[in-house]
Structure formats: C-alpha cells, structure tokens
C-alpha cells in the first residue's frame, strides 16, 4: 500500500468517526416537538386598525413572545403550548364578509393551522362561525361582541372567551342611574349593523327594567365610517336628553367627539361610551371630563391590580411606548385560555387535534389579565367576566388620562344564567342578576 | 321651526361637503370621460397631509389662520404633485381604451394608493382636530353651530363661484367647454386636447385633495376615508348629470338637505335616503338633472 493510500485511508476513518460523533451529538434526545400554528386575525388596514385590531395584534405578539420564552406567570410558565412552540401567522381582517371568510378557510386548509383567534368586527363572527363549523376548525373569537353567536345555535368548534356584548350595556344602565339619579330621558347613537343594533336594544331593555319611568328620546343609527356627523349632533342638541348612549368605536367615536366638541353637546348630556377606553389614549384632553366610560370588561384602566394584570401592562407598554387598551387584554386573554385548553387535551398524549381541545375548552375557568374567566354560557363556549365602568377625566398636572369613580359589576349581575338568551332575560325583568 | 332650521343648515354644511369632494370628480368626468375611481385616493391623501401639516404649525405654536391655510396649501400641493404622476404615469398610457378598462385602472391606482398611505404614514390615525377646536362656535337659540362649519360653507360656495366663473369667462374654461361638448371638433380646430386632459386632471385631483383637506380637522383621519367618499361623490355626481358642475351644486344640495331632514325627522330611513333620491332621479331623468341624452356617435 502506496504512503498516500494510507494516508487516504486513515482521513477517511477519521472522517468517519468525526462524522458520527457530530451525528451523535445532533441525536435528539426524543423527537422535536411540532409547532403549534395559530392564524391571528384582526385589523390591520382600514379604519378599525389603529384602535382596535392593532393593539390585539400587538397583544398576541406579545404574548406569543413571552409564552414561547416560558417568561409569562404562572400558570401559563410553560414553554409556548405544552412545550411546543407557537408559530403564529398575521392576517387582515380588512374586507367584506367574504372575503374574511375567504381568509379564514385559507388558514384552515392551506396554511393548516391548528386554531384561528381573531375578529373584531361582529359582522366577520356572524360570517365565520358557520364556515368554522362546517371545516371543524377551532376558532376564539376574540373581540366581536353580538351575543347571536351562541344564542342563535349551539357551537362545537367556535368559543368566545370576551363577555359579549349585553355585560357592557347592562352594565352602562347600571352604572348611569346610579351616577346620575336625575335622568328622565336619553338617546342613542349607535352604529347601523350588529354590534351597534344590539348594543342598543340591550342598553334600552336593561333601562327600562332598572328605571322604566325614564323615556328614549332621539335613536340614531347612522352608517358605519360615516364620517360626518353634524345632522346627528344638531337632532341631539334639540332634544330634552340627560344622556346619550354610544358603543361607538374606531374613527367615528373619534370623529363624533371631535363633531359635538366643537358644539358643545357634552355639556348639554351626559355620554355613555361602552367601548370608549379604547380611544382615551389617543384623544387624551379631547374626551370631554365627566364621561361614562367602559372597556368591554375589566380591561386597560379598569382593570384590578394583579400580577398578571400588572405582568402584562409592563411587558406591553415596554413594547409599543403605549399602555394596553381592551382589544389587547381580549387577545391576551383569549390566547391564554387556548393554551390551557391545549395543554388539558395534551394531557392524554400527543398532539390533540381540533375536538380534543374544544372538549377540553368547554367550561374551563382561570384568570387573566382581565380578572376571572368562566366558560359558562353557551354550553361552556361564552366567557362571562365581571366588569367595571368608570368616569373619565384628564388629569391636566399629570397630563395623563384616568377614569375615577369606578364601579365593579360580578359577572353573574350583568351576564344572563346559562341558557338563557340575553334579550329574553333583560326582557324579563334580568331575573337572578346577583349584584351583591 | 326649530327643526326646520336645523335641517336647513345640516343640509347647507353636509352639500358643502359632498360639493367639495364631488366638483374634482365630475369635472375630470366632463372633460376626459374617465369615472375616477382613485378621486377617493385625493382625498385621502389631502387629508394626511393637511393631518402632517396642523402636526406641524400644533408644534411650531403658529397663529390659527397661519396653520389652516398651511393646511390647505399642503393637501393642494399633494393633489397637485398625485395628478400629475397619475396622468403623465398612467392614465396618458390608456387614452382611447376600452371605459370599463380606463375605469379598472383607475380602481387599481386606488387600490396601490392606499397601500401608499400606509407606507408614507404608517397604519395608526390622526387628528387634526386644531382648526375646528380654534374656528369656536356660535349659539342660534337652543342650536349651537360650528364656525368650522360656516367656513367650510363659505369654501364651497367660493369653489361653485370660482367654477363658473372659470368656466363662462376665461379662454381655459371655454376651451375646456369645447372639449367637453365635442372632443374630436375641438381637436379638428386646434385645441391642445392633451394639455386640456392634464391640466384638468390634475386640477380635479387638487379639489379632491382639498376636500381631504378641509374635512380633516372634523375626522379621525384614518385607513379606508376614501372609500366612504367616493361612494357618495358618485351619487351626488350621477343625480346631478355625469360631467355637470351646476349638476354637482344641485345634487350636493339635494342630497344633503334629503339626509338631514331624514336624521332629523325619519332616523330609520337615513341610509336609504341618499340612494333612493338617486333611483327616483335617475327613473325620471337617466342622465342626471343637468345632463341631456346624447346621439351615439358612429
């Protein structure tokens, strides 16, 4: 044997070894565990973007974030989902109804994800529900708040861990009578689809079984986006209310304010904004001093003082130089009620699939950043939480916003019982509300 | 009486709106025979920048009128700026092409163009509420109105003036005139078609822009404004006559005074309102009010 030969041989012996001492040491221990793929959907063009889906985008990349680091509190240490890690994929719901159905049966056939949380808008629940249903496909809605979702049908697959929205309205009744005990009569302006109908037609029943004396003046419906207000404020100016109720959200609570300011109509009444602390952020001292103001829940301001709740205000406001608003606790908390649905159905073995975890969904209580979760209402799929509503005003030394004067409503005073739907039980008289 | 004067000066300020936004689109329509869909797009546009430009004189603490004119000039300059690009950039390149073609460009450049903002300004919103915080307001009895709102009239009718004087007693305008009665003959007797489309191409954007503009301080200037706009400048512009400016004032009016009169008397009818004056018009009179039928040419 040739001197090179040798010298051949033995590189290849040595590259052998070295080959599987590497391959040794790339030996996983056990198999990698699959990543868990969410499609996260909310808005992120148009006019609903900036107040609404971008906080709850910016609340799941957060969150995302921290789960996958195992750095979120306890229970939620674990790493991403029962140790798998959470890959999620951002996808607008700017569009029609088609279109976002569209998009939602693209993440669940083509991108093959293994839940959907998303959706602000009531109109693109109403319009995926029955597509989730039909593909099996585990969804969380994450903001939308008609209460058809549940009452309309009973779900297998969709789950809502965000009260819906009869809690906000209920509890703006609740909140205006006992605040303003002179109030005779009072109008609404409200957006003309679900979310602002129902508001509405729940603030007014839950009116007139606490105060049935006390008489609706102007309803006004104008269309979503319109912009231009002046018609609406001047029908308010020329009429007797004490009080308007608004659920209002995105450029036209924004716009309306800017409109009436200039008119003066919040010093003629009192405004009820059940969606309004999504927008004290931004309009600062534009949001006139002595506003009702809600956060669809214990949510941002109204929050209680907890560790997660404190946990996440930091991580947040570190993050995006802003502290959260609403739609970023729903998201919060509606990722997190899926991680412990994931890791109970995970608990028999395996990857659970799609009936797994909405088995292990149903019912389930646990707290959030927003307090108390309890999958109560429809067959355990609604979250009902307790709420608070407060009094806005800008605190001019500290140049901040803040809402005083806060007011917690339990969850079971401003939630219908289980099986019973919300316009049935306010119409009845809002039978066995316990409000102590 | 109360609600009647109300009725009258909601219609007044929301024609003045729609009258501002509708004139670019209906003349760019008269001359060059092209629905502008991106028109929603100056419109946007005029109101980021009129956005950046109350940003600007907020923070250098300059007088009111100062920063409402810088206002204007800024969302005028966009437009100004936009339609060139537009016209020399793309719709020169579609001259003579099918209308439905022209009208699908359109719609794409719109489309782009939102996407621009998003770009140039970022997906949050703005304010720019400054200028109607600082106009104040006056009480007429138990009716208080915004003196942002006056202004806003007096602008539209200042434009209505401008247009008819421009168009009856400036060589522009009546060349402009003949263009839009006849553009063949105009050419065949020596008028610079192409310039004519340029320059009220851009013109058209530069009043779209300004009432992008004007009605930022009124607004949460955010994603999707155009969209709203350019549905309700083409019902003012179809009820008044495709191409008509006298057509725009009217149909803005009508338009206006049948939506307050609604909100204020028939609150259930308000969405329809709008559009169900534009199917009795159109029933009626299927060219608009100031627009007669006109002989296909072979």
């Known amino acids: 044997m040739s001197h090179r030969a040798i010298v051949i041989r033995w590189g290849l012996a040595g590259l052998a070894v070295a080959t599987a001492a590497v391959a040794a040491q790339a030996q996983p221990t056990a198999p990698a565990a699959t990543p868990v ?206 009080a308007l109720h608004t659920s209002f959200y995105d450029g036209d609570l924004e716009g309306f304010i800017y409109q009436e300011q200039a008119r003066g109509l919040d010093k003629r009444m009192t405004i009820i904004m059940t969606a309004g602390e999504a927008a004290i952020w931004r309009l600062r001292d534009k949001l006139p001093d002595g506003t009702i103001i809600g956060a669809r829940g214990a949510n941002g301001p109204l929050a209680r003082d907890t560790e997660i709740n404190k946990w996440f205000q930091k991580v947040y406001t570190d993050r995006y130089n802003v502290p959260p608003t609403y739609t970023a606790y729903q998201m919060a908390q509606s990722l997190l009620g899926l991680k412990l649905a994931y890791e109970k159905a995970a608990k028999a073995g395996g990857k659970p699939n799609a009936d797994a975890i909405a088995a292990a969904f149903k019912g389930i209580e646990y707290e959030g950043p927003a307090g108390q979760v309890k999958m109560v209402l429809g067959d355990g799929h609604q979250g009902i939480t307790e709420t608070a509503y407060g009094t806005y005003r800008f605190n001019k030394q500290k140049k901040e916003p803040e809402i005083v004067d806060i007011v917690r409503y339990p969850a079971e005073c401003v939630n219908p019982p289980a099986g019973i739907d919300a316009d049935k039980w306010i119409a009845e008289g809002m039978k066995g509300a316990k409000c102590n | 009486m109360l609600t009647a004067s109300a009725i009258l000066t909601d219609g007044l300020v929301y024609a003045a709106y729609l009258f501002i936004v509708a004139i670019g689109l209906t003349l760019i329509f008269g001359v060059m025979k092209i629905l502008n869909v991106a028109h929603g797009s100056f419109y946007a546009f005029g109101a980021y920048g009129a956005a950046t430009a109350v940003g600007i004189y907020t923070n250098a603490d300059w007088p009111a009128a100062i920063g409402f004119l810088l206002m204007l ?22 001259y003579g092409k099918d209308e439905v073609i022209i009208v699908l460009v359109t719609y794409a450049t719109f489309l782009i163009l939102e996407d621009v903002i998003v770009l140039i300004w970022g997906p949050q919103s703005y304010a720019a509420y400054q200028p109607m915080v600082s106009a104040g307001n006056i009480e007429i009895g138990e009716l208080v109105l915004s003196n942002y709102d006056i202004v806003l009239v007096a602008i539209a009718a200042l434009l209505a003036g401008l247009a008819y004087w421009a168009l009856k007693f400036t060589r522009y305008g009546r060349l402009l005139t003949t263009v839009i009665f006849d553009r ?61 400016i006298e057509g725009a004032l009217v149909g803005a009016l009508i338009v206006g005074i049948c939506r307050a009169a609604a909100v204020h008397l028939v609150p259930q009818i308000e969405l329809f309102v709008i559009y169900g004056v534009m199917a009795l018009v159109l029933v009626v009179r299927p060219y608009g009010l100031f627009v007669r039928a006109q002989p296909r040419k072979i």
């Open chain 2, 73 to 94: 000039a800024m969302g005028m300059a966009i437009g100004l700026v936009l339609g060139i690009i537009l016209e020399r950039g793309i719709l020169r390149l579609v």
């Open chain 1, 37 to 242: 793929k969410l499609g996260i959907v909310s808005f992120l063009t148009g006019p609903a973007a900036s107040p609404f889906g971008i906080p709850g985008r910016n609340g799941a990349e957060i969150v995302i974030e921290a789960l996958n680091a195992g750095k979120a509190p306890a229970p939620f240490n674990t790493v991403g989902f029962a140790g798998s890690k959470v890959e999620a994929k951002y996808v607008d719901e700017a569009g029609s109804a088609a279109n976002v159905v569209t998009e939602f049966r693209n993440l669940v056939q083509r991108d093959q994800v293994d839940a959907v949380i998303g959706y602000v808008s009531s109109g693109s629940c109403l319009a995926v529900t029955p597509v989730a249903e039909e593909l099996k496909a585990l969804t969380v809605f994450y903001d939308c708040g008609t209460p058809r979702i549940f009452e309309e049908k009973a779900r297998n697959y969709v789950f809502r861990v965000s009260p819906h929205a009869t809690m906000d309205n209920v509890a703006a009744a609740r909140y205006l009578l006992a605040k303003k005990k002179n109030v005779t009569s009072y109008s609404g302006i409200n957006q003309n689809y679900a979310w602002g109908q129902d508001s509405w037609r729940d603030f007014v029943g839950a009116m007139k079984v606490l105060a049935p004396k006390v008489t609706v003046d102007k309803v006004l419906f104008p269309k979503l986006f319109a912009g231009e207000y002046g018609a609406e404020v001047s029908t308010l100016l020329t009429s007797k209310s004490q």
């Open chain 2, 184 to 244: 063949e003959t105009a050419a065949a007797f020596g008028v610079n078609v192409t310039l004519v489309y340029t320059v009220t191409f851009v013109i058209g954007a530069m009043l779209g822009a300004l009432g992008g503009a004007v009605m930022a301080p009124k607004i949460a200037v955010t994603l999707g404004i155009g969209v709203e706009v350019i549905v309700l400048a083409f019902a003012v512009v179809a009820i008044g006559g495709m191409g008509s």
